[in-house]
């Protein structure tokens, strides 16, 4: 297809912000927080004798026996934090993408790739949406395999990656299950998901008119779904997933609590508990994410006491088969 000169000047334009965007860190580590984390960088140096220390200059140190990813020491001790709370900016198309209410910013998810992967390792995502996990691999030179029942969204992230030039992932449009059954055991380095809500069968009576018509209603294509039966569908794909993963590597679940039909729902622990009890994956942390981009909303104000949910849960399990 043939560009006009404007057409040119704009992708020009895109790439040089693209370029200005780029972290110089491998991990966009805060200045505040880097100051801090340098000044009791003793106890880093310790960890690693001086024949491993690879001194990669601003970025600090990369211990030359890492097997888990390709980040310093100053890097890895950042992403080692339990709480998240760096801004990711509304950006790769985020006008296209939000049409998908639960799409991810995928700097988040390529922090969470670059901790969990070195480069050109395999990613999969079983329930890819508008595929954040995807541009975040492709934003740091992983591979990316996604699976997503609906077609729009593939569509929207195929449409993402040429409107940004990047590298398409390979996607498959199908039921997840169908598809990981017939895929390689032990060869995927990374399983990064965010699992499709629970529709509950009160939600409707008890959602606000808003809340009803939001995006979010169009996650799932189930009408709605005991706690139970939505438990179960998602372990069985985390017991399928432990099969293609390989070996001491990660599976991070991305999963938002809820409160419906005038209760709390730890949704984060009830996944957990399922997965630890129904498969062989041993739970290793629950990061909490903190989104800044979430509003306020005041529910149950002045008489009883409802949160506004301005955090996701992020469960990282880990594959430890006995040799
Ligand atoms: C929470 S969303 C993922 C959003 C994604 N993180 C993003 O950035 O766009 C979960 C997705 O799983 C899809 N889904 C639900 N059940 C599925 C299944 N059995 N197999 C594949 N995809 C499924 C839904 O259509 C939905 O788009």
């Not at 595929?131 to 492709?138: D, E, K, Q, V, Y």
């Amino acid at each position: 297809m043939k560009r006009t000169m404007s057409q040119k000047i704009n992708k020009s334009q895109d790439l040089l912000f693209k370029f200005e965007r780029m972290p110089k860190l491998d991990i966009d580590i805060p200045n505040e927080e880097a100051k801090r984390i340098e000044k009791n960088d003793a106890d880093l140096l310790e960890r690693t004798p001086k024949s491993f220390r690879k001194d990669i200059g601003e970025r600090g140190f990369y211990d030359a026996r890492n097997i888990l990813n390709d980040l310093t020491g100053k890097e890895w001790k950042f992403m080692s934090k339990s709480v998240i709370t760096r801004s990711y900016p509304p950006d790769f198309q985020h006008n296209l993408r939000k049409q998908h209410g639960g799409q991810k910013p995928p700097l988040l998810c390529a922090d969470l790739i670059k901790t969990f992967t070195k480069k050109g390792e395999t990613i999969l995502d079983p329930f890819m949406g508008v595929g954040g996990s995807l541009i975040g691999a492709s934003l740091c030179g992983r591979k990316g395999i996604g699976i997503e029942l609906n077609k729009k969204w593939i569509e929207i992230y195929k449409e993402v990656c040429q409107l940004e030039d990047l590298e398409e992932s390979k996607t498959f449009n199908d039921d997840c299950r169908n598809v990981i059954k017939k895929m390689t055991k032990n060869s995927i380095d990374f399983i990064l998901t965010d699992v499709p809500y629970w529709n509950m069968d009160k939600v409707e009576k008890t959602r606000s008119k808003a809340a009803a018509q939001s995006n979010l209603s169009q996650f799932n294509e189930k009408e709605s779904q005991t706690k139970q039966e939505w438990l179960d569908e998602l372990i069985e794909v985390f017991e399928l997933c432990y099969e293609v993963l390989k070996n001491k590597k990660y599976l991070a679940i991305f999963i938002g609590d809820m409160y419906r039909g005038k209760e709390y729902h730890i949704l984060s622990a009830d996944l957990a508990n399922g997965i630890k009890s129904r498969t062989k994956f041993l739970l290793k942390a629950n990061l909490i994410w903190y989104d800044v981009s979430k509003n306020l909303h005041v529910y149950g104000q002045p008489f009883a006491f409802i949160p506004s949910m301005i955090h996701q849960n992020i469960l990282i399990f880990r594959k430890e088969e006995l040799t």
